[in-house]
């Protein structure tokens, strides 16, 4: 009896915990102001939901290609050349449930038992555990909260000295908000170049970015392309973190790999979902947009109250719907730590957020923006008066 070596060293998704308990906690009846997991409290466009209707009415209910329907193959290959700039067939795209998915299909497809995968601090608490579960190796570099969370060129080419399998990238940035500039990540790109590492670029988030901030993909640099699988999925820009469709494209040999674990594991994602994400595709980004334009408003008042509290620091995040405040100042008696500052919170004034030590930094907290600003100033009122008492 006994359980496989590979999960004794797993962690449960914290986002996905913190979420669960704020969630239970209102359920018995506590007015809990969740700033937990990164999810938009805006409801998914009304053409994409029509589309997943007509579709359902249509039949939409069988199994489909394991590795997606063609049309939304195609509508993929087709987001990549309109946004990105990046030309790929669709043989070259693979959707799957969720980013998530393609992120663990992509570990899968590419590392072998103790090979290395660079990830730097702070990083989304899935990808060590992906690592991990795919017998691999996380290799952590801790950047520099004074140079802005950036991982520079030097610290990768370092990291790259011992030999490593994969790099992973996620720009805009779960959990610091923060956006690389183009020159930032040629830089990184130069470094990769002269290395066989390859490259997984989680783009989830490239529609929500703010002010002068510009995403572009990794992907596009020279030499880049053929080595670099790009990550992205519906579920922030439209709104539709149920349907649970996201998707990878990049080297026809390792999509192809990652779609044969894919025929294996879950088959084709939801045929009814694929169907809404066509429409999302295919629809434009005008509701996106809108929804940008919000929460650019929200991260706004959210950073300014969390610098106004005493003993709190705050980077500016240009993108996503996370703040990731340095907390440390105020930990004191027993709340020593991210996860004692996240639990005491919760309880005293029962506002959630998420610790920062699964993300790699126990300095920190994360806050999800992706909440109304009445919310926001009622947790930023409650998180003061806790901060207050902190510091006593
Ligand atoms: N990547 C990042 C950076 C995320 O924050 C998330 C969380 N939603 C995902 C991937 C996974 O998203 P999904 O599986 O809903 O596409
Ligand atoms: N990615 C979101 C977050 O970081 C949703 C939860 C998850 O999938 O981890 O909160």
């Known amino acids: 009896m006994g359980l496989a070596g590979r999960v004794a060293h797993l962690e449960e998704s914290a986002t996905l915990a913190v979420g669960e308990r704020a969630a239970k906690m209102k359920a018995s009846g506590i007015d809990v102001v969740s700033f937990g997991a990164g999810e938009p409290d805006f409801d998914t466009p009304e053409h994409i939901k029509k589309a ?17 329907i063609a049309p939304l193959r ?12 990046l030309s790929y067939s669709v043989e070259q795209v693979l959707i799957s449930c969720g980013s998530k ?17 660079i990830i730097p601090a702070p990083y989304w608490v899935s990808y060590p555990e992906m690592v991990k579960c795919a017998g691999g190796e996380p290799v952590i570099v801790q950047t520099d909260e004074k140079a802005g969370f950036k ?3 030097e610290q990768l080419k370092r990291a790259l000295a011992r030999r490593a399998k994969a790099f992973i990238l996620c720009s805009p940035s779960n959990p610091t908000g923060i956006v690389y500039s183009p020159d930032e990540l040629k830089a990184l790109a130069r470094v ?15 529609h929500l970015i703010y002010g002068g901030a510009r995403h572009v993909s990794i992907a596009t640099f020279d030499g880049m392309k053929d080595r670099t699988l790009v990550v992205n999925g519906i579920s922030k820009a439209f709104a539709m973190t149920g349907w649970r469709i996201g998707y990878m494209a990049g080297p026809r040999e390792v999509v192809e790999a990652a779609a044969k674990i894919q025929s294996h594991s879950t088959s084709n994602p939801t045929t009814v979902s694929q169907h809404a994400a066509l429409a999302a595709l ?5 509701a996106t947009q809108a929804m940008a334009a919000e ?10 109250r969390l610098r106004a509290v005493p003993g709190v620091t705050c980077v500016q995040p240009e993108g996503a719907f996370y703040a990731f405040p340095n907390v440390s100042d105020l930990y004191n008696g027993s709340v020593r730590g991210s996860g004692a500052f ?16 699964p993300f790699g930094s126990d300095a920190h907290v994360r806050l999800s923006y992706a909440t109304s600003m009445d919310r926001i100033a009622a947790g930023m009122d409650r998180l003061e008066t806790f901060a207050k008492k902190l510091r006593g």
């Open 52 to 68: 997943a209707v007509d579709a359902l009415a249509k039949g939409a209910t069988k199994y489909t290609a394991s590795s997606g």
């Open 74 to 85: 195609r509508a993929v290959a087709q987001k990549f050349e309109r946004d990105n700039g």
């Open 101 to 117: 998915h393609s992120i663990y299909n992509a570990l899968q497809a590419l590392v072998d038992p103790n090979d290395r995968v």
């Open 151 to 153: 991982m520079r060129p």
């Open 192 to 206: 990769i170049e002269e290395t066989d590492v390859w490259v997984i670029s989680d783009e989830i988030y490239e």
């Open 282 to 286: 295919e629809g434009g980004l005008a």
């Open 295 to 304: 929460y650019v408003k929200r991260r706004d008042v959210i950073v300014r």
């Open 342 to 357: 996240a639990t005491a919170l919760l309880e005293e004034v029962h506002v959630a957020v998420v610790p920062g030590e």
